[in-house]
C-alpha cells in the first residue's frame, strides 16, 4: 500500500508492520496474529471486511508515528517505491465486471445509429463480465498466445495458401437430431 504518509514516502508492508505493531504490544505470536487481523492477500483483506480496513489504517499510524523500518526478525516493513515491483492489487478476483462505459460515450454510440438514448440505462447497472484469470500489475508486459495457432485474433496465421473455409459440425454417425448452426 501506497501512503503519503510513510516513512520516508515508503510502501509499507502491511502485514508485516502489523506483526511489528503487535510484537512492540508484547503479543507472544505476532506474525500469526497479523495473518488473522491483517492478511496478506488481498482476497483474504476484502474478505475480512471493516476489522482489517480498521487494523491497517492503525498499522500505517503506528509505522508513521514509531518511524519503525524492520520487524522484530528483521522483516523489511518499508520500501522505497523504487525498489517495488507493483503487483495487481487483486490478482485473482472472482469475477469482473465492467459497468458499460460513461454516459457521453453511450449517448455517442446510440446517436450514431440513429437512436435515442434508453430510458432504462440510467436506471439499471448494464455490464459485461471480463476475463478475471487474466490480471496482470501496472508496468507488466501482457504475455501473448503460446504460439500463433493459438491466437484468434492474429489475422496472418495461418498463411492465406493454407487456410480452409469454415465448415458447419457434422452429425455423429446414428444420431439422428438436427445439427444446430
Known amino acids: 500500500m501506497v ?4 516513512p520516508a514516502g515508503g510502501i509499507i508492508d502491511l502485514n508485516f508492520a502489523c506483526a ?6 508484547g503479543e507472544l505470536q505476532p506474525q500469526k496474529l497479523a495473518g488473522v487481523f491483517l492478511p496478506c492477500d488481498m482476497r483474504a483483506f476484502l474478505d475480512a471486511g471493516p476489522g482489517a480496513m480498521k487494523t491497517a489504517r492503525e498499522t500505517i499510524a503506528f509505522c508513521e508515528q514509531s518511524g519503525i523500518r524492520r520487524g ?7 520500501y522505497d517505491p523504487a525498489v517495488v515491483m507493483l503487483l495487481a492489487p487483486l490478482p485473482n478476483p472472482a469475477s469482473v465486471r465492467d459497468f458499460y462505459a460513461f454516459e457521453a460515450h453511450v449517448k455517442k454510440g446510440f446517436e450514431k445509429r440513429g437512436e435515442p ?6 436506471q439499471i447497472p448494464v455490464y459485461y463480465r471480463s ?3 487474466n490480471i496482470i500489475g501496472t508496468g507488466r508486459t501482457c504475455p501473448g498466445p503460446r504460439s ?9 496465421w495461418p498463411p492465406s495458401s493454407e487456410r480452409k473455409a469454415p465448415t458447419s459440425p457434422q452429425p455423429k454417425r446414428g444420431n439422428t437430431s438436427p445439427v444446430l448452426p
Request: aromatic share 6%; net charge negative; glycine share 6%.
Open 131 to 133: 476475463g478475471h484469470h
Open 20 to 25: 511489528a505493531k503487535l510484537a512492540a504490544q
Open 117 to 122: 438514448m434508453p430510458a432504462e440505462w440510467y
Open 72 to 78: 522484530p526478525n528483521e522483516e523489511t516493513l518499508v
Open 148 to 156: 500463433p495457432r493459438n491466437s484468434i485474433t492474429n489475422s496472418s
Open 3 to 6: 501512503q503519503e504518509g510513510a
